[in-house]
Every structure is written in C-alpha cells, then in structure tokens.
C-alpha cells in the first residue's frame, strides 16, 4: 500500500495550487460575498471569526463587510505571546497590530470573545471536512475548545483548487462544516452525515 503524502510535500504543493488560483480569479474575495448563504449567519451568529489574509488565502474582506452590516459582530485570530491563539473583537476600519509572518492582529487590550461561526483560512479540504493548515494546530486547538465550551461552525474559505480527495487526518484535527468557494456551497456536515448513513446501511443486519 502506498504511504499517506508527506503533510509537508502536501502544503508546498497546495501553496503553488492555491497562489495560481489566486492569479486566475481576481474577483473571487466578492464573488465569494456574495455566495455566503445568509442562513448560517442566523443560525450560527452572531459572533463571527474573520481573518486578515496573508499569502495567497482568500480575502474574506468583503464577506466580513456584508455580515457586519447584515449585524455579525467581527473578531479576529491572535497568537498569544504563550503561543496560544485566541478570538479578539474588532470592528471594520479599527487599526491592528504587525505582526510576524505578515499577519495583522488586535491588540492585547482588544476584548477576547467566543466565536460561533468562524471563517477558516487554509491550505486544503476534502470532502469529509479535513483540513490542512500551516501546520501550527492552531484553528484545531481553538475550534476543539470553542466546541467544548458550546457550539461553533467552521466554514472554510477557498479556491475550488483548494479541496482534494484525502488531507490526510489525525485525531486531534477538527472537522470543517462547510466550504464556500466563488463558485459555490460545499455542505461538509452533511455530506460526512451521509457518508455514515451509508456506511452503517452497509453494514451487518443492514435491511
Ligand atoms: N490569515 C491567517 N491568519 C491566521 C492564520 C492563518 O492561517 N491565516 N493562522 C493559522 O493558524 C494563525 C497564524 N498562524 C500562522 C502559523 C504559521 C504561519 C507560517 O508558518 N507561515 C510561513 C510558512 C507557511 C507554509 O508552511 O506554507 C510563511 O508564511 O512563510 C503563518 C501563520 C492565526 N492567524
Ligand atoms: N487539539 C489539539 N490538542 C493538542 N495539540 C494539537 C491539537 N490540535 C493540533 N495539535 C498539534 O498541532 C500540530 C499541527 O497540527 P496540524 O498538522 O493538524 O496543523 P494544521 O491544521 O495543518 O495547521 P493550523 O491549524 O495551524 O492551520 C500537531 O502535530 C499537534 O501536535
């Protein structure tokens, strides 16, 4: 049997794959606005995680405008000086901070919030929800301590470039879902409830 792809070989691919998307759909970050069922604002709102994009992610700009002004209250992804990543307040047009790696975070003095529905950066998705990130485990350590303190609904970002058969998955890794691109809705909770539908419907005493 072959070895599941080195994460590392994986994420310099989806790098390339991802910055030529980019270069090919200079309207994504509006088309992707546009496309953002506002249900799940009513469902899982009203506090909402953004991002700054960094590198080639998708810009999730205009989507964060047209949830603030549909009511959301916006917040913003800080690496700790312990490491840890928390979700701090912000709203469109306050100033930010410089950070490494080219990211734009609060301050420390911004008040830290509980997102319930938090927009994901990354490198890659398949369809059970898998995600591949920079491979820190920070979106998978804050969405696990979101999710044991309540709800939270991860809604990845992307290029449809972006979602590939397997990411390869540890236990520790937080399921997405669901997955907008520019061209669409990719609903990854109920495609994984359906694949275990399935599964058990195949299985022994099945009908
Ligand atoms: N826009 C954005 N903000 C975010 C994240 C993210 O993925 N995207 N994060 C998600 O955790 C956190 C920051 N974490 C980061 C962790 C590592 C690198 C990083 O190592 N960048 C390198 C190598 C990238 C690579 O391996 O391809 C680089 O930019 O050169 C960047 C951000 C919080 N804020
Ligand atoms: N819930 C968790 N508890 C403890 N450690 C974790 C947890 N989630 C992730 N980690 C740690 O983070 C490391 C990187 O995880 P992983 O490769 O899944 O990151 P990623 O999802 O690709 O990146 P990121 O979340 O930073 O964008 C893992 O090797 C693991 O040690």
Redesign the pocket.
């Known amino acids: 049997m072959s070895q599941a792809p080195d994460k590392t070989q994986l ?2 691919r989806m ?1 390339t794959l991802r910055a030529e998307a980019a270069a090919r759909d200079p309207d994504a970050a509006d088309k992707l606005a546009d496309l953002f069922p506002m249900k799940l604002l009513e469902r899982y709102g009203p506090v909402v995680a953004g ?5 080639e ?1 998708i810009d999730p700009a205009p989507l964060m405008q047209r949830l603030s002004r549909a009511g959301a209250e916006l917040c ?4 700790e000086d312990d490491g840890r ?1 928390t979700w701090r307040l912000w709203s469109i047009g306050e100033p930010l901070e410089r950070r490494p ?3 734009s ?1 609060p301050g420390m003095d911004a008040p830290e919030v509980n997102p319930t529905l938090i927009l994901t ?3 890659a998705f398949d369809a059970m929800g898998n995600r591949l ?7 998978d350590r804050a969405i696990s301590s979101l999710r044991s303190a309540g709800r939270a609904f991860a809604c990845a970002l992307a290029y449809p470039a972006q979602q590939i058969d397997s990411v390869p998955s540890e236990s520790h890794d937080q399921p997405l879902d669901w997955a907008l691109t520019p061209i669409g809705s990719v609903p990854l909770f109920m495609m994984r409830n359906m694949k275990a539908l399935n599964s058990n419907d195949a299985g022994p005493g099945a009908a």
């Open positions: 994420r310099h790098r991002y700054v994009a960094i590198n992610e913003l992804p800080r690496i990543m790696f080219g990211l975070e950066p990354l490198l990130g920079y491979g820190k485990g920070h979106y």
